[in-house]
């Protein structure tokens, strides 16, 4: 009885050690992957790809809402722009909380998520800390804020196109609403600083 509940503490810590490497995203997406194939038994190589899609909607979402907030906890920190710093503090709010409810339901369905973020929201987030502050970070935050949410917005509306349950499809649905405000916000408030 020992030795099954050690083989199953330890199949956990490798799990979790594979989220936490040098693309987490990466290593979320694969784990996933492999979960769905050993448990996929019964279904048919559709519902398989249609689950490995969602898992995939779900894991980089959660990896840009990563990003996203390290990005807005930068911003709140270096920001010499009071509407800026606002927007920053707003972002890593409503981020927060989606990242909770993204959590939630990523357990619901059974799905890994990234514990770090992904390579590139690592390079995006290193090249923000090495910036100055001034006119120039605001502009460089504001536009990658947009980038981002832009993302963001398409892997929502993908997810609510395929979302497994009611749950999922509000989530996407109220993601892709929150992304769009701020896309649009940090646009204007790029354009009001270029």
């Known amino acids: 009885m020992k030795s099954h509940y050690l083989g199953l503490l330890l199949i956990g810590t490798v799990a979790l050690y594979n989220c936490s490497g040098s693309d987490s995203t ?100 290193d090249k923000l800390n090495d910036h100055e502050r001034g006119t120039s970070f605001d502009v460089d935050y504001l536009d990658y804020m947009a980038t981002l949410t832009d993302k963001m917005i398409d892997v929502s509306d993908d997810l609510a196109d395929d979302a497994p349950t009611d749950d999922v499809k509000k989530f996407a649905k109220e993601a892709k609403s929150h992304n769009k405000q701020f896309y649009d916000r940090a646009k204007q408030s790029k354009n009001a600083l270029d």
Do not use: W
């Open 26 to 125: 990466s290593k979320a997406e694969q784990l996933n992957n492999e979960r769905i194939e050993k448990q996929a038994i019964a279904m048919d190589d559709d519902a398989k790809e249609d689950a490995k899609r969602v898992a995939k909607y779900l894991v980089q979402l959660s990896s840009d809402q990563t990003t996203s907030l390290e990005l807005c906890r930068i911003a709140i920190q270096k920001a010499t722009n009071p509407e800026v710093r606002s927007f920053a503090q707003q972002t890593l709010l409503a981020h927060q909380q989606d990242d909770r409810q993204l959590r939630v339901l990523a357990k619901q369905v059974n799905v890994t998520l990234p514990v770090e973020q992904s390579g590139d929201g690592k390079k995006l987030i």
